[in-house]
């Protein structure tokens, strides 16, 4: 388990790095396409135990000191779908293109509500929380949206590493 979370991490890390300095100004409308939530969903669904929510917590942190956000902001925003992700894969089939995409979706604008949440909980000018009105929040949600499948199939044929025991073993 700690090899997996610790891969995953480093790997998320490396992603940050790239987003934050390369793709800064954003893909489309400023946004950039969330890789490390995907990730994060993809660990969650294929791991039997709680390695998903355990390198969401480390990816979150690591965000965090990579940016300028509170310490523990993203780790909340990141374990809270993941713990989602946790619940219900068991109960779903996981389907190459659509659950990707649903997860995704829901991912992303669940990240956004708790988002609202903290900054309507800590003060606007604590926390710059996702808007539903903003553009550049739709199209990070698009971007996820389109990219998800393609990274789950990735992760899926290169990330056995992350794997500790498979959710279907």
């Known amino acids: 388990m700690i090899k997996s979370v610790s891969l995953a991490s480093m790997l998320a890390v490396l992603i940050l790095f790239i987003q934050t300095t390369w793709f800064k100004n954003g893909i489309l409308a400023s946004a950039t396409p969330d890789f490390t939530l995907l990730l994060i969903l993809w660990m969650s669904f294929s791991n039997k135990n709680i390695e998903g929510l355990l390198a969401a917590f480390v990816i979150g942190i690591a965000h965090d000191f990579l940016s300028s956000s509170p ?3 993203h780790a909340f925003l990141y374990v809270v779908p993941a713990y989602v992700a946790l619940l219900i894969r068991a109960s779903i089939f996981i389907d190459r293109i659509l ?4 997860a995704a979706l829901l991912a992303t604008i669940l990240k956004a509500l708790l988002s609202i ?3 309507r909980l800590f003060g606007k000018g604590a926390i710059i929380a996702y808007s ?8 990070e949600c698009l971007m996820n949206i389109l990219l998800a499948p393609l990274v789950f199939w990735v992760l899926s044929k290169t990330g056995k590493a992350f794997i500790t025991k ?3 073993e």
């Open 71 to 73: 310490l523990g902001f």
């Open 99 to 102: 659950m990707p995409f649903a």
């Open 117 to 119: 949440f903290l900054a």
């Open 132 to 139: 539903f009105g903003n553009i550049r929040f739709w199209m």
């Open 166 to 168: 498979s959710h279907t």
